[in-house]
């Protein structure tokens, strides 16, 4: 199948590929369908694009890449819910917000998605740990 993104031309998928948030995502709540891809040019980031509104697609980042020693533990409601056997089957993802300047690039630590790959459930998190912000800047100052 394909889809005609607004942003990211044609992107090709089969039904494996698609990743359900029974909840929707903050925003999104009637949206439950959704595909990952990586960012062409920059593998670093991903792409969570709905496939029921080709307009809504989600820039991601390993939050690993922006904090080393990130860690949380995933509430056993959302372990049931997301049908998590085991760590290796979690893939845990944060939201980016862009910017013309790179400097102003955030990542969202305090909202990690949580994706089960392999039942393909996924649901995002609020954190109730003041460690990690909403808007953690993804290049610090000291970075090159």
Known sequence: ??????YHGVREYSNEDIIVFKKGLPGFKELKNFIIFP??????FSILHSIENIEVGLVLVSPF?????YEFKIPDNYIKELEIDKPEEVLVLTTVTLSS????????????IIINV???LGEQLI???????????LFKENDN
């Open 1 to 6: 199948m394909d889809i005609v993104t607004k």
């Open 39 to 44: 960012l062409e040019k920059n593998e670093v």
């Open 65 to 69: 890449t922006i904090a080393k020693d």
């Open 101 to 112: 300047n790179i400097k102003n690039m955030t990542t969202n630590l305090k909202a990690p």
């Open 118 to 120: 392999k039942e393909k």
């Open 127 to 137: 954190l109730d740990n003041d460690k990690y912000k909403i808007k953690e800047p």
